[in-house]
């Protein structure tokens, strides 16, 4: 099955600082990933999604995300924190158990973003 | 268009009393999922459902889980009797059809404490 490790599960930065989370995943086959933000007693909200139409996929609230095949990452960023994103991160990839074509998410264990004024 | 909806938000019971979940997809999609979410983990997904068809219930633990779709909208999820380690949040999602690119949308999700 597919999987996705994410470093560091608690990462703090500055206000606007440069925001780097990251994620890598397992596969010989490049996956689809999703990066998905908690919000405290929220349910998840995607955040973007690499699909294979361009390497550099750009989301909601100023993220984006690079895949690279040769480092089997997909590191999401963000060239300014704000006290807002402070949040907890998951990046996912989709796996087929059952092999009837319909998939779920396998998530990582998430990272938790401090922002600190 | 309205989100998913899940009801309650909050619960609290006793070990061994038994507790269900409600969840009301986005209308028209055909896939539904229950995560469990452990503090500090990722959700793992416990079953899903396609229409009215579990499509797979691998981790779900049968012996006391149980889980519904019936008519292909609404599910209820039920744990009967609770364990102290069933203390999570309890998320549904729902997606088109369940496809590999295809976004998954979450609910609030429910926060189970069992004492």
């Known amino acids: 099955a597919q999987s996705v490790t994410q470093l560091g599960s608690h990462v703090s930065v500055s206000e606007g600082a440069l925001v780097l989370l990251r994620c890598n995943y397992s596969?010989?086959?490049?996956?689809?990933l999703f990066w998905y933000v908690q919000y405290p007693n929220q349910g998840l909200q995607l955040l973007l999604k690499y699909t294979s139409a361009a390497t550099l996929v750009k989301g909601i609230n100023g993220f984006e995300a690079e895949f690279k095949k040769s480092e089997t990452s997909f590191h999401l960023t963000k060239p300014s924190a704000h006290m807002s994103d402070a949040a907890e991160y998951f990046c996912a990839v989709p796996s087929a158990y059952s092999g009837a074509g319909s998939y779920q998410l396998t998530f990582g264990k998430g990272t938790k973003l401090s922002v600190i004024p | 268009e309205a989100g998913v909806a899940q009801s309650p938000r909050y619960k609290i019971i006793e070990k061994r009393q038994s507790v269900a979940f409600w969840c009301n997809p986005i209308?028209?999609?055909?896939?539904l999922y229950w995560y469990q979410q452990i503090l500090g983990q990722g959700p793992k997904l416990l079953i899903q459902f396609q229409n009215n068809g579990v499509v797979d219930d691998s981790q779900l633990p049968k012996d006391r889980f149980s889980a519904e779709r019936l008519k292909g909208v609404d599910s209820t999820l039920k744990i009967q009797p609770a364990k102290l380690e069933d203390s999570a949040v309890y998320l549904c999602a729902s997606s088109l059809n369940g496809g590999q690119q295809e976004t998954q949308y979450f609910g609030p999700g429910t926060r189970l404490l069992v004492l």
């Open positions: 209308s028209g999609h055909a896939t």
């Open positions: 596969s010989s086959v490049p996956p689809y």
